[in-house]
Nanobody
Framework: QVQLVESGGGLVQAGGSLRLSCAASGRSFSRNAMAWFRQVPGKEREFVAAIRWSVGDTYYADSVKSRFTIFRDIPKNTVYLQMNSLKPEDTAVYYC????????????????WGQGTQVTVSS
């Protein structure tokens, strides 16, 4: 079984920063890419950012580009999401995911998901 454990969520004022972490563990799996998604109640889960594990190529949703940074620590099997200049509209539950079934990371179906971590940005 593959486990993804997120941490780092919390309450922050608009303009502030948070760093999310997602640690992967368990049986061997295809760690070709990891991604962050977010979801607000009543809305569909949306892509935030992704990273190709071996080469480090990164991809971002337009809404977070230049404010968020995704990076990974290979020895620790951990992916991070550094979120700066946070806005109230960034409020959501953030999920990490891995093992995409297709090559286009922003639209792929992922085999494994974390439990989510709440990020709340106050105005």
């Amino acid at each position: 079984q593959v486990q993804l454990v997120e941490s780092g969520g919390g309450l922050v004022q608009a303009g502030g920063s948070l760093r999310l972490s997602c640690a992967a563990s368990g049986r061997s799996f295809s760690r070709n890419a990891m991604a962050w998604f977010r979801q607000v109640p009543g809305k569909e889960r949306e892509f935030v950012a992704a990273i190709r594990w071996s080469v480090g190529d990164t991809y971002y949703a337009d809404s977070v580009k230049s404010r968020f940074t995704i990076f990974r620590d290979i020895p620790k099997n951990t992916v991070y999401l550094q979120m700066n200049s946070l806005k109230p509209e960034d409020t959501a539950v953030y999920y990490c995911a891995t093992e995409p079934r297709t090559a286009v990371l922003r639209t792929a179906t992922y085999n494994y998901w974390g439990q989510g971590t709440q990020v709340t940005v106050s105005s």
